[in-house]
């Protein structure tokens, strides 16, 4: 079968690799629609993990074949055969671990396990035209209704990570919220805040963006750079920030009411914390330390009683919410797709993604029709 392999730094390559092989308890699907996903995109730019890979996680398809020659597969959480149109999870919990009983899923060992693999280290491998599901994801499957796309099933992974971040703000009807970044995760956040009657100010640096988010249900968008010129009180009960900038950190900081909430949700680049002690040594030796450069008044912390909170990844008991809300099409995920991709061409995907455009939003890989 195809596939686009991850060999190196920015080196992805279509290949001809052995469509894998499955074992009892586990589906092959046949890939339609992956999107493509800033973590992947991280991963591949950076070279965080080894190759060789086959990545892509946001992944729907057609199962072709159930593992020990069955045509169905009846499982604690759903029954699938041969046939079913499905949305995959490539990170499923365990549900009773000390992390899973804090509801802290993303931190579970099991959940850090990659159950989807088009061959090689276990990646998502949406990226190919056939995908491995091992049994420990299979909780994780999701059947598209006939109604649906494929496109719109590929889209469960990302709207699950959203509609996760906005319930740890705990917000109340009526609230506001401020959105920094208005790209496909920020129009998410947007949308499904206004579904939930608050009243989102939205911010981007591109003008065309604020015509989306007022479309996406912002009560006001703004540019990223004249929010100070209008907002100098604190007046959200929470911010959301949508995109890996530091300064919209100490804005939203500023900008949120005593007890608000900031949530980052692109903060996702490790800085190297040194010791002191190796500062000076490097300093000695001539190397150039890398210093953390976020200075941050705690005081807003403790005193004004505001929190400064993460979201990272899917919460799998919002599973069937989410599937509820995108498949009914109460948030409607269609028009947030705007490119697509033949496989063959996954690396352009993958570059426009990272560039994006005035009219870019969400990219996916069209791998089979
Ligand atoms: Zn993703
Ligand atoms: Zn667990």
Redesign the pocket.
């Known amino acids: 079968m195809r596939a686009v392999v991850y060999r190196g730094v920015n080196d992805l390559r279509l290949e001809t690799v052995p469509v894998p092989r499955i074992g009892a308890h586990e589906l092959l699907v046949k890939v339609a629609v992956c999107?493509v996903?800033p973590?992947?995109i991280k991963k591949i730019h950076f070279g965080t993990v080894p190759p060789p890979r086959i990545f892509g996680?946001?992944t729907a398809g057609t199962i072709v074949k159930i593992g020990g020659g069955n045509s169905s597969l009846v499982t604690r959480h759903s029954s699938l055969k041969v046939g079913d149109r499905v949305a995959l999870h490539h990170h499923v919990p365990c549900l009773d671990c000390h992390y899973c009983r804090h509801h802290a899923f993303a931190q579970c060992e099991t959940y850090k396990r990659t159950g989807i693999t088009a061959g090689f280290e276990p990646a998502g491998g949406g990226y190919a035209e056939y995908v491995r599901v091992l049994p420990f994801v299979l909780p994780g499957v999701v059947k598209i209704p006939a109604k649906n796309t494929f496109e719109e099933g590929a889209m469960l992974?990302?709207v699950n990570?959203v509609l996760k971040a906005v319930k740890r703000l705990e917000l109340l009807r009526g609230d506001t919220v401020l959105v920094a970044g208005q790209g496909p995760i920020g129009l998410m956040f947007t949308n499904i805040l206004q579904l939930q009657g608050i009243k989102v100010l939205a911010t981007d640096l591109l003008a065309s963006r604020l015509k989306l988010a007022k479309k996406f249900g912002a009560h006001r968008a703004v540019l990223a750079n004249q929010l100070s010129t209008i907002n100098h009180q604190p007046a959200f009960d929470a911010a959301i920030i949508a995109v890996p900038s530091d300064a919209a950190v100490t804005q939203a900081l500023q900008l949120v009411r005593g007890a608000g909430k900031v949530l980052l949700f692109a903060h996702t680049k490790r800085t190297e914390v040194r010791s002191q002690k190796s500062e000076v040594r490097k300093r000695s030796s001539g190397h150039q330390p890398s210093t953390l450069n976020y200075q941050l008044d705690l005081a807003s912390i403790c005193l004004d009683e505001k929190d400064l909170i993460g979201s990272y990844s899917s919460d799998f008991t919002l599973q069937r919410e989410v599937a509820r809300l995108v498949f009914s099409r109460r948030l409607d995920v269609r028009p947030l797709i705007t490119h697509r991709f033949p496989l063959a061409e996954t690396a352009a995907a993958v570059a426009l993604a990272t560039h994006p455009t005035e009219s870019s939003l969400k990219i996916v890989v069209n791998v089979s029709g």
Request: charged fraction near 35%; proline fraction near 11%; aromatic fraction near 0%.
């Open positions: 999107g996903c973590t992947d996680h946001e992974e990302p990570t």
